[in-house]
């Protein structure tokens, strides 16, 4: 490693970096802009300087920018020269100049870079008298606000929207002196990540609209580590919560999840947690139409009624539920009557993922991981809206083979213009094989839009190119042979191939993907292979057990059931409503454990208030098979809390066992009982950890106002609820996390601050050298590894897709809002939803005569929709698509069915 001077100081840089990503690693503040560690330099603010000296007889030295000069072996710097410091201040002054009096109402006050940086410059006064340059703001959608007259020209925004994000509505436009970020007319951010320029604007240019609607100070917003819910990524989160409310959704730093981003799915979902379909306290109906709210002990002695006297329980769990309460269901129910909740198909390839991964040598990689593979392929799967993280990865993947190639050519990798210009708009190997046009098809240097069957037939043939031993398909086409045979070269080529895939398709889609990668460590490569699971526990259920949703179904239509328990799942959402209906009928007691009102929690007796993800601590498995923690970020007011806790109160109440006093407590238990989850205990320090003898504060040091939240009923301020489940305390009181080693392990750091530093840069202060993990690793723990050795192929190739006369091959189309049940609650993102559709190919949509908005009629599984038709690029002939959507009732999909104008369908 280098070793270089910074004031004197010797200090030991990594290879490779710039002085100002040496500087910042090793614990020194130097104000920067432009400059962002995902992003790298491009030298646009000047706020970096520094002196650099030839040696250690010059004495005069030169102001250079630090993030656009190399690391060298004995370079010599210094950050606090006179002459250095008074241009950084000399810059800020300048950049100060037309920026608005605004710090005390505006929304990014503080939590501001700017405000961080222009202290730490020294700029304090300001001399300018004269009009300043103001600017016309644009309306940006539910998500983003928009006021331009803060802004200083960093570049950032642009940057991650369109060269990182792959945006294409906002831009830069100029004219003399004046430099515009934003759309060419007001309207909606189209990308999927768009929230992340609250995070990334160093200012208040870009800040989050649905916070401004229930606005609170950031120092005043009680936090805790958390996981998002609505998909099966695991992305860290911190979300911040004032007088009983939840506010935002922050990212939480982990690099080796989700990095500094998330999707707007992620980041503006929240608000289920604080809507009016939330249950808040235990509901009893004895009778049909009637409804009444009990006390706690009064609902629990009932379920102990209905479960006990011998009675037989069948409990169903949920994706959306954590570890610990799918566990408790089990315990109350017994093994042998626990079922997961999900339909058959899905059920079933769930476990067939787990198998894969377990019984082959190919490992689930990290999303980070993902984002530094240098060949992609991607069979069956619209990356962007069942897992938008690893789509935005993937395109840092794409950029890997051309970005490698331009460092060959001794341009800096940290150096962002010069890389950006010598790769220009260079593609490779990137594949897509989907079933219509996704977002990612721009990324590619290939597209194939095929039906399920012929996706799965390229994959057999790709598996066959690599090893002669792989099954291959017949009768093969021959461009569909030629695209198999580049496709492998290029992956034959790569370092880290990387092949995605999942669980919304098919078994034989499924089945091609462990192939391709199965034939790649065949010939010595080792490969990455990705399956994107569509739930938050999906991957943690599957290692739970159990039967399918299909299995219950069965067993209840057979008798011997008394008592039916549901955990946080609207069934109504997995099967037929003719079928739940007729499930339900088969049992006296129907309990259900929830924290939202459904269709599901409408047919049940009894009712229990669960906790959502804020309002409790638990664990939930992503889809690399990382067991990750959760922990409530406040104490919710009435009868709210985890489904295991209710669960173990209830078989307390009715003899069955013990309650559990704390999460530590279920999570033994659940090593005993279940192997496969015995190390998920290591996902986050037990309650008992303490740092300096105290608790880590959820609050921040300058959280102001405790009293005035209870001024209403009382002016003595009330005694801090404990936590009996986590090393975290509800104040300010306890250990503060300020960087630089001064804090507790990273699982436990509620939200990234160091004096300073109060912007969500301050997560340098925590990595373990910039743009690392974090210090003590990143959080979470790995369930799943690979086997060595290596399994027998799949051999059983579909046949080629053959069109039927009159019936189309319906699948499911996933869209990013809607087709998750809990951002569907959130108003902002209802918003965004889409009407329901039936797509068609182009060319079949002509043989039916049904322009676009054209009510078409789709009869399957025993269903018949009428909704306007929607043209869908790509989507071959014969092939149909039904979005998963609110509003549409579920199909077990993909089935045959028939299509046909409303007329023709009733005749």
């Known amino acids: 490693m280098p070793k270089i001077y910074v004031d004197g100081k010797e200090c030991e840089a990594a290879e490779g970096q710039n002085l100002l990503e040496a500087c910042l690693g090793l614990g020194f503040d130097l104000p920067y802009f432009c400059w962002h560690p995902a992003m790298r330099s491009v030298g646009a603010c000047r706020q970096c300087a520094v002196k650099e000296f030839k040696d250690e007889n010059d004495a005069r030295g030169r102001i250079v920018m630090a993030c656009m000069t190399p690391v060298t072996e004995g370079a010599r710097i210094s950050i606090d020269d006179p002459e250095a410091r008074a241009f950084r201040a000399g810059v800020i002054e300048w950049l100060m100049a037309s920026h608005p009096h605004d710090c005390p109402v505006c929304d990014e006050g503080g939590e501001c870079h700017l405000q961080d940086m222009t202290v730490m410059a020294g700029h304090v006064y300001r001399r300018h008298r004269f009009g300043k340059r103001t600017y016309r703001n644009q309306d940006l959608g539910p998500f983003v606000n928009h006021e331009m007259n803060r802004c200083i020209q960093c570049y950032r925004c642009v940057r991650f929207y369109c060269d990182y994000a792959g945006g294409r509505d906002l831009s830069v436009f100029a004219s003399r002196d004046s430099v515009y970020f934003g759309r060419s007319e007001d309207g909606t951010l189209e990308s999927e990540f768009s929230g992340n320029l609250v995070e990334v604007c160093p200012t208040g240019v870009f800040t989050d609209k649905t916070l401004k609607k229930h606005y609170t100070r950031k120092w005043d917003l009680q936090a805790a580590p958390s996981i998002c819910v609505h998909c099966g990524l695991g992305c860290n989160t911190t979300p911040g919560e004032r007088y009983g409310r939840l506010r935002r959704i922050r990212n939480r730093y982990n690099g080796s999840v989700n990095g500094y981003f998330l999707c707007d799915r992620g980041r503006f979902g929240y608000e289920f947690v604080n809507g009016d379909k939330r249950i808040r306290r235990p509901v009893l109906r004895e009778r049909p139409g009637e409804e009444e709210q009990i006390d706690a002990g009064e609902a629990i002695r009932r379920a102990s009624l209905m479960l006990g006297d011998g009675k037989r329980v069948m409990a169903i769990g949920s994706p959306r539920a954590s570890l610990e309460s799918n566990f408790a269901l089990r315990e109350l129910a017994g093994p042998e009557n626990f079922f997961s909740?999900?339909?058959?198909?899905?059920?079933?390839?769930?476990?067939?993922?787990?198998?894969?991964?377990?019984?082959?040598?190919?490992?689930?990689?990290?999303?980070?991981?993902?984002?530094?593979?240098?060949?992609?392929?991607?069979?069956?799967?619209?990356?962007?809206?069942?897992?938008?993280?690893?789509?935005?990865?993937?395109?840092?993947?794409?950029?890997?083979?051309?970005?490698?190639?331009?460092?060959?050519?001794?341009?800096?990798?940290?150096?962002?213009?010069?890389?950006?210009?010598a790769i220009q708009n260079e593609k490779e190997p990137f594949h897509v094989a989907a079933p219509f046009a996704t977002k990612l098809d721009e990324a590619a240097k290939a597209v194939y839009h095929a039906p399920p069957e012929?996706?799965?037939?390229?994959?057999?043939?790709?598996?066959?190119?690599?090893?002669?031993?792989?099954?291959?398909p017949e009768g093969l086409e021959g461009r569909i042979a030629q695209l198999a045979k580049d496709i492998a070269e290029d992956l034959k080529d790569a370092k880290s191939p990387i092949i995605v895939s999942g669980v919304s398709l098919s078994e034989a889609v499924v089945k091609a993907a462990a192939n391709v990668a199965w034939a790649l460590e065949a010939i010595g490569k080792k490969a990455a292979l990705s399956y994107i699971v569509p739930e938050c526990n999906s991957t943690g259920l599957a290692l739970m057990g159990g039967k399918s949703l299909d299995d219950a179904l069965k067993a209840a239509a057979h008798g011997g059931f008394d008592t039916l328990v549901i955990l946080e799942n609207d069934l109504f959402t997995r099967a037929g409503k003719e079928e739940v209906e007729v499930f339900f009928e088969c049992f006296e007691n129907i309990i259900a454990i929830d924290h939202t009102a459904t269709r599901t929690t409408s047919a049940a007796g009894l009712v229990f208030p669960a906790a959502a993800f804020a309002e409790g601590t638990g664990t939930l498995v992503n889809s690399e098979g990382r067991a990750q923690r959760f922990f409530k970020v406040f104490d919710p007011e009435g009868d709210i809390a985890e489904g295991w806790r209710w669960l173990g109160r209830i078989m307390e109440e009715s003899g069955a066992g013990t309650a559990w006093s704390n999460i530590d407590e279920v999570l033994e238990s659940m090593a005993s009982e279940v192997p496969e989850l015995q190390e998920a205990i290591d996902a986050a320090p037990s309650a008992g950890l303490r740092m300096a003898g105290q608790k880590v504060a959820r609050a921040p040091q300058r959280f102001s106002g405790r009293t005035a939240i209870h001024a209403g009923r009382s002016v003595i301020e009330p005694r801090p609820p404990e936590d009996?489940?986590?090393?975290?305390?509800?104040?300010?009181?306890?250990?503060?996390p300020k960087g630089l080693g001064k804090e507790p392990p990273p699982e436990l750091i509620p939200q990234f601050w160091s004096p300073g530093w109060n912007s969500p840069q301050a997560v340098i202060r925590f990595q373990d050298g910039t743009n690392g993990g974090l210090r003590g690793n990143d959080p979470g723990v790995r369930l799943i590894n690979p086997a060595e050795a290596m399994p027998g192929y799949f051999r059983e190739v579909p046949g080629p897709f053959r069109p039927r006369k009159g019936e189309w091959l319906v699948i499911p189309v996933y869209h990013i809002f809607g087709s998750e049940e809990l951002n569907a609650l959130s108003p902002p993102v209802a918003g965004l939803i889409p009407r329901p559709y039936i797509g068609l190919n182009p060319e079949d949509a002509v043989k039916l005569e049904a322009p676009p908005g054209e009510e078409v009629a789709l009869k399957a599984g025993g269903l018949h929709l009428k909704l306007p038709a929607r043209h869908m690029p790509g989507l071959p002939e014969g092939v149909a698509a039904l979005p998963v959507l609110p509003g549409v009732e579920r199909l077990r999909l993909p089935q045959w069915g028939v299509v046909a104008r409303p007329k023709e369908s009733a005749a």
Do not use: Y
């Not at 012929?454 to 090893?467: P, Q, V």
């Open 454 to 472: 012929d996706i799965a037939r390229l994959g057999n043939a790709i598996a066959h190119e690599l090893d002669r031993d792989a099954p291959s």
């Open 724 to 736: 009996p489940d986590s090393p975290l305390s509800f104040s300010m009181e306890g250990f503060q």
């Open 341 to 421: 909740g999900l339909p058959d198909n899905e059920h079933k390839l769930l476990r067939l993922v787990l198998d894969i991964l377990k019984g082959g040598p190919a490992r689930s990689p990290s999303l980070s991981e993902v984002g530094r593979a240098d060949a992609v392929l991607i069979l069956g799967e619209d990356v962007t809206n069942t897992a938008p993280v690893e789509a935005l990865m993937l395109r840092q993947a794409a950029r890997k083979r051309p970005v490698e190639k331009a460092v060959s050519r001794k341009i800096p990798e940290w150096d962002a213009s010069a890389i950006k210009t």
